[in-house]
């Protein structure tokens, strides 16, 4: 029972101490809609920047709000895992065989933006501008 109790409790100190090490190197910034955790990644010639993927800067322009003025994203509770890139947009699949007919690909959720940077700055006033 004793073994027993000290194995369970250096797993849960493991993984605390494992959670704890990778929280930290976990970037995060607040925009209006909420809370962002990006991701550490590296360019070819080894230097370090902050990727925060698949952000949504507009709601989905499905159904009723199809071709029509996008509409403002919805605030999010918690925090967006901003590790992952989002959909991509309808297209042709470019990299398939001439020969096998054209496919599409994508989702019509497809307004998301990935960020990467060099640095992450406490206090954002704004995290991105869109120029259109």
């Known amino acids: 029972m004793i073994k027993t109790c000290g194995i369970s409790l250096n797993f849960f100190l493991f993984i605390g101490c494992f959670l704890t090490c990778s929280a930290s190197n976990t970037p995060r910034v ?3 809609s909420g809370e ?3 991701g550490l990644q590296y360019t070819y010639n080894g230097r370090q920047i902050y990727s925060f993927l698949g952000i949504p800067y507009a709601s989905p322009p499905v159904q009723n ?3 029509k003025e996008t509409q403002p994203v919805k605030p999010w509770l918690g925090v ?3 590790t992952i890139p989002g959909s991509g947009c309808f297209g042709p699949n470019l990299g398939q065989d001439i020969g096998s ?3 599409l690909v994508g989702q019509e959720d497809c307004l998301y933006l990935n960020v990467y940077t060099p640095k992450v ?3 954002f006033i704004y995290l991105f501008c869109i120029y259109i």
């Open 30 to 32: 607040h925009v209006n």
């Open 121 to 123: 700055i406490e206090k």
């Open 36 to 38: 962002i955790a990006g």
């Open 80 to 82: 967006w895992n901003a």
């Open 65 to 67: 709000y199809r071709f």
């Open 101 to 103: 007919g054209l496919k």
